[in-house]
């Protein structure tokens, strides 16, 4: 239904859907073969088993067919690793920012239960208060700071807060984080795409892309 609205042709469409459900299925299978839990991010071993198949090898085979989408529909083989990139890379981002907040936030998880205090729950307010300033600075005032030395520093404001989050909440503080800097930063560069502009849509998509991956793979571990 997404593809409809761009005019795809009907066998790109499938081809896209095929691709789209084999990185579904892979990955289901490989977190129930491989993974063990609830907490399905509890352990060391969990988050490097579920970043190396379920964000690197599988989605890497999987963008081999899926990059043929735009490449077959531009007939423009010679960029057919930008496509395959992107394709990746997109699949990645969504298997660090959908798939652990749905295995973290849906699951039980009684180590906290006893810890809710007063202050516990102050900390919260001041974790999400901070969060929020700090994606403010770093998407709005580091995309008018592209020719600056300062730029990197700006943007990267978000990451100390989300591993503090990470650390204090866990696996739900740290994923809800980077789910939400995900949004914010897409909708951003949707807005006003200054800060990943190339001129190039392909590679400001693959600057944003990397930019969200960098921080997601930390703050997982």
Known sequence: VAELGVGMAPDRIMLAFASNCALALANAWIARRFLTGPPWFGTLRNVITYIALCVGVVPALVAAAGAMVPAGATTNLAQYWLYWSNWFLGNALAGLTLSPVLLTWLMPDRRHRTSNTVWRQVEALLFVAAFVVACFISLQVSAGMTHSVLAPGVL??????????????????????????????????????????????????????????????????
């Open 156 to 221: 990267y404001l978000p990451l100390p807060v989300i591993l503090w989050g990470a650390m204090r909440f866990g696996e739900k503080g740290g994923s809800g984080a980077i789910l939400v800097l995900t949004i914010l930063s897409i909708w951003q560069a949707m807005r006003a795409p200054v800060l990943f502009a190339d001129g190039d849509p392909g590679q400001a998509v693959l600057g944003l892309q990397l930019f969200l991956i960098g921080i997601a793979i930390p703050t997982l571990l």
